[in-house]
């Protein structure tokens, strides 16, 4: 793999230096300013706090893609994203369907073939682009969502939201570069913003759920 090689992905960026894409790397602090708003509201929640730091990663693997726009990079990017998903997934199942950790693990597995079905069926629809890697993402979250809301309507509420605020975010993303001539600098940014506030919310959810089911424990 050739690890350096130069990547122009974003209407944004103009050029190999490293501050072509200034918008699209400074609106990463959108992660990292949710990761430790988070942080403090999820004192005393292991699982919650380690999606804080991926989340910080995020931000930070992100903006070395949008300054250094390698192929490195860009792994640096997708990486922290897929442990935020598969540890959500996982914390998600423990807590929402009351199983041991091994019960967990194996329902989370299941996002890869998942996936793999998924992203090649949105890979079909041409106005996707590269946010047809993303796109079964949101899907999933709603199918959680519908399929918890007897079981737990307000943390089925908040997924609903959370997948909301992606398809939004993901219109942005797809928006990018077909907006690029009306809009120089393009609209990959609030991808980042959104995601931020996105990540940070899903975060808020399950914390909520854990604090719902510790005052039910003492109840």
């Known amino acids: 793999m050739e690890w350096t090689r130069y990547i122009d992905g974003y209407c944004e960026r103009m050029g190999p230096e490293y501050w072509a894409e200034p918008i699209n790397a400074v609106t990463n602090l959108a992660f990292v300013i949710a990761a430790l708003v988070m942080w403090r509201r999820a004192r005393g929640l292991a699982l919650a706090r380690a999606l804080c730091v991926v989340l910080g990663l995020i931000g930070i693997g992100s ?8 192929v490195w990079a860009a792994m640096a990017d997708v990486l922290p994203i897929i442990g935020f998903i ?17 019960a967990a693990l194996g329902l989370t597995a299941l996002f890869i073939p998942y996936a793999g079905m998924m992203v ?22 709603f199918l959680y969502a519908g399929f918890l809301r007897h079981r737990l309507p307000e943390f089925a509420r908040g997924l609903a ?24 600098i393009g609209t990959h940014f ?22 719902e089911k510790a005052e039910e424990g003492r109840a």
Do not use: K
């Not at 598969?86 to 091994?102: I, Q, S």
């Not at 997948?163 to 009306?182: H, I, K, M, N």
């Open 63 to 70: 903006y070395l893609f949008h300054t250094h726009a390698q």
């Open 86 to 102: 598969l540890l959500y997934l996982f914390a998600v199942n423990r807590a929402a369907f009351d199983v041991n950790g091994w």
């Open 190 to 211: 609030m991808w980042h913003v959104l995601n931020g506030v996105m990540l940070g919310w899903m975060i808020e959810v399950y914390v909520r759920l854990m604090r």
């Open 120 to 141: 090649p069926a949105f890979s079909l629809i041409p106005a996707l682009g590269g946010s047809a890697a993303y796109a079964p993402v949101p899907l999933l979250i």
């Open 161 to 184: 939201i959370g997948a909301g605020l992606l398809v939004v975010s993901l219109t942005f993303r797809t928006l990018d570069e077909p907006a690029c001539d009306a809009i120089p």
